[in-house]
Nanobody, 126 residues
Framework: QVQLVESGGGLVQAGDSLRLSCAAS????????MGWFRQAPGKEREFVAA????????YYTDSMKGRLTISRDNAKNTVYLQMNSLKPGATAVYYC???????????????????WGQGTQVTVSS
C-alpha cells in the first residue's frame, strides 16, 4: 500500500509556470509507475503525464506537450510535474496516481492505476 500526497498547486496567471510534487509513503516507490491526471469542474478526470518506474519512459497529453516535464526521484519517493506557459484551460484539481509495475500498464488510462492522492488545486487566471 502506498499513500500519495500532492502539493505545489495554487493561483497563477496565464503564462506562469508551476511545479507540482507528489510524495509517496513507504519504501516501495520504485515499484510503481506514476501518473498525473486532472479534473476540471463538470468534466471527467483526464490524463496529463506519466512516467515509468525507472524514469526512462515519459508520456504526455498532446494538449500540453512541449510545456510539461514529468520526473521522479526514487530516493526521495517523489514525482514532479513541471508545467510551463500555463493557460486558463489548465485550471483543475491535479491528482497523482500509482500503478504497480508488474501489471500491464496503459499510461493514459486512469482505470489501471491502483492508488490515488487527494489532489491539489491549480487555478490559472487570464
Amino acid at each position: 500500500q502506498v499513500q500519495l500526497v500532492e502539493s505545489g498547486g495554487g493561483l497563477v496567471q496565464a503564462g506562469d509556470s508551476l511545479r507540482l510534487s507528489c510524495a509517496a509513503s513507504g519504501r516501495t516507490f520504485g515499484t510503481y509507475d506514476m501518473g498525473w491526471f486532472r479534473q476540471a469542474p463538470g468534466k471527467e478526470r483526464e490524463f496529463v503525464a506519466a512516467i515509468g518506474w525507472s524514469g526512462s519512459r515519459q508520456y504526455y497529453t498532446d494538449s500540453m506537450k512541449g510545456r510539461l516535464t514529468i520526473s521522479r526521484d526514487n530516493a526521495k519517493n517523489t514525482v514532479y510535474l513541471q508545467m510551463n506557459s500555463l493557460k486558463p484551460g489548465a485550471t483543475a484539481v491535479y491528482y497523482c496516481a500509482a500503478h504497480v509495475k508488474w501489471k500491464d500498464w496503459t499510461p493514459r488510462d486512469r482505470v489501471g492505476y491502483d492508488h490515488w492522492g487527494q489532489g491539489t488545486q491549480v487555478t490559472v487566471s487570464s
